[in-house]
């Protein structure tokens, strides 16, 4: 039995600074996202099951994996509840942490793909059932706040689907997977909410059904409008899906709200920020940001990717823009900066979503307020 050590006794969550956030492509010190302790693993006795609807199920350790083909994808891992403090303050009360809008990370993630993996096992199911069958993924390291252990799923086609990327990471940035970001195996779901990208994965399961765990039926969910209340919520869980591909956003990292900003000697100020394609629809291709509501809007220019930009070996449209513009601004207190994100399928911004219990998924205009420019 191997013994597990702790890292902590309570969940990590923190987001990093938001103007150190976006200072560079690849994210160095992302956010945290835990809902139970972090489990210190031995990546040399660590072992990933495959069961379910498969042809042979599976016990492969960490070599196992590093001896299929690896691949390497840039993906912005991104929490659901990314921006729920401004659905929180902008509309109405919700339920849950309050992330900011810094929960998210732009890495490069290296491991073998989920469809290698599950090809290796064999599905067991003809083509009409894979077409509604899921792939589960459960973690039964530490017991967590909802439930004994932690599990997610995404759609068996997704996985099987190469253009995909769903990984198991065994690194991230080129060096291996550090304890709080999974180590020594996590899923990756490129597009997908971070909560499917299982850290400290122990099974995986070729299945009928969507995964049973608390944080699939009853989290991470957009719930109408009219469940407003845990109460009328409870009825509501198990007829909405459960969160797969994120929505195109974008984020105003600097200025930051409520600070005074000096223009430069064409009455400007640099705004700098983030953005993100909606699930698998990238790269962005348009950002705009306006200082009067959105009446004009001045293009932002999108900054490359670095030494990334040119690499045959690493797939980018999955990857989070940043992005910087100058925009003309007039003397004043209480001021507003907006930013609109635009993909490559033309999925763009609107002002201001739907309000749902859970505040997830927030995705209206990037905003920073109550600035002074001087």
Not at 1 to 19: A, I, T, W
Not at 102 to 114: E, I
Not at 127 to 147: E, S, Y
Not at 161 to 182: E, R
Request: negative net charge; hydrophobic residues 35%; glycine residues 6%.
């Amino acid at each position: 039995m191997v013994k597990l050590e702790y890292s902590v006794q309570k969940p990590l969550n923190r987001e990093p600074d938001l103007e150190k956030l976006v200072s560079s492509f690849i994210t160095k010190d992302g956010y945290d996202r835990n809902h139970g302790p972090i489990p210190h693993l031995s990546a040399s006795s660590h072992h990933v099951s495959v069961y379910g609807s498969v042809k042979r199920e599976l016990s492969l350790s960490i070599d196992d994996l590093k001896s299929l083909p690896q691949h390497n994808v840039i993906c912005a891992l991104q929490c659901a509840g990314n921006r729920r403090h401004t659905m929180r303050t902008k509309l109405k009360e919700v339920s849950g942490i309050d992330w900011f809008d810094g929960a998210v990370m732009n890495c490069k993630w290296t491991g073998p793909l989920l469809k290698d993996v599950l090809e290796k096992a064999g599905i067991s199911l003809d083509q009409g059932k894979c077409d509604d069958a899921h792939v589960a993924f459960a973690c039964f390291q530490t017991q967590v706040q909802d439930d004994e252990w932690y599990g997610a799923s995404i759609p068996l086609s997704r996985a099987l689907d190469a253009t995909s990327s769903v990984l198991l990471a065994l690194s991230m940035n080129d060096a291996p997977l550090t304890p709080n970001h999974g180590a020594p195996v996590r899923v990756v779901t490129p597009g997908i909410a971070g909560a499917r990208s299982v850290k400290w994965l122990d099974r995986i399961t070729v299945q009928m059904s969507e995964s049973v765990n608390y944080y699939q039926q009853h989290d991470y969910k957009i719930l109408p409008p009219e469940a407003d209340c845990a109460e009328k919520a409870e009825k509501w869980w198990a007829k909405v899906p459960a969160i797969q591909d994120m929505p195109v956003n974008s984020v105003i990292a600097v200025p930051k709200s409520e600070t005074t900003v000096e223009r430069d000697e064409n009455a400007c100020v640099e705004v700098k920020g983030y953005a993100l394609p909606s699930g698998a629809d990238g790269p962005i291709v348009r950002v705009e940001v306006s200082a009067d509501g959105g009446e004009k809007w001045t293009d932002a220019e999108l900054l490359v990717a670095g030494e990334y930009e040119k690499d045959e070996n690493v797939e980018l449209k999955w990857a989070w823009c940043l992005w910087r513009a100058n925009v003309r601004v007039d003397k004043g207190k209480g001021k507003k900066i907006v930013s609109r994100a635009t993909d490559s399928k033309g999925n763009t911004q609107d002002r201001c979503p739907e309000w749902n219990f859970r505040g997830v998924a927030y995705n209206g205009y990037g905003e920073v307020t109550e600035l002074e420019f001087v």
